[in-house]
C-alpha cells in the first residue's frame, strides 16, 4: 500500500511540476500575446495552470499525510 502512495506522489509531484512550467510559460508570453491582442486567452490559461498546481499540490499533500498516517500505525 506503502508503495502506491509513494508513486501517487511522485505522480502527483511530477504534475505540479508540469502545471508550474506551462503556467510559466503562458506567463512569459505575456509581452507577446499584448502584441498579437491575445491577452484574454493568455491570462485564462494562466489561471488554468495556477488552479491545476494547486490542486496538484493538495492531493501531494494529502497522500504525503496518508504515508505518514500509514507510517505511524505501523
Keep these: 500500500m506503502e508503495i502506491l502512495l509513494v508513486l501517487g506522489v511522485v505522480v502527483a509531484a511530477g504534475f505540479v511540476l508540469f502545471s508550474l512550467a506551462r503556467g510559466l510559460f503562458h506567463f512569459s508570453q505575456g509581452h507577446r500575446a499584448a502584441m498579437d491582442g491575445t491577452v484574454r486567452e493568455n491570462q485564462v490559461m494562466q489561471n488554468k495552470m ?4 494547486v490542486k496538484w499540490q493538495a492531493i501531494t499533500v494529502i497522500l504525503l499525510v496518508l504515508i505518514g498516517l500509514f507510517a505511524a500505525g505501523k
Design 50 to 53: 495556477m488552479m491545476a498546481r
